[in-house]
């Protein structure tokens, strides 16, 4: 099991939440995913580590940038 | 056919936009609603008048306030 943290800017309601979400979720191994919308603070649970690079990907694909 | 014009309050986003648009969508009768995300400017084009306590229950369905 691993876990990390990101921060990501550019959310403005849960539906922002909802979208970051749903596109980390769909990386293969992600177990959950984790987004505090004041702070912008995503914490991503996977089997294993997941590449940073896949997260930016989904992020950017949600629209939103990591930091 | 008749236009109305309303403002919205709490729209952050183009998520926020799709969601008011949606739910104003389903009032009968209406055929373009037309969101300005900046100032709130909604714009309901319908075949005959709407009742603006549809529009106002649609904006609450939709999770925000009307003016």
Redesign the interface.
């Known amino acids: 099991m691993s876990t990390a943290s990101y921060t990501v800017t550019g959310m403005?309601?849960q539906?922002?939440v909802?979208?970051v979400t749903e596109e980390i979720s769909e990386i293969a191994g992600v177990i959950d995913v984790a987004v505090d919308l004041p702070t912008g603070a995503v914490t991503v649970t996977s089997d294993d580590e997941i590449s940073p690079d896949a997260v930016r990907d989904a992020v950017h694909e949600a629209g939103y940038q990591l930091v």
Chains 1, 2 share one sequence.
């Open positions: 403005t309601c539906h922002c909802a979208s």
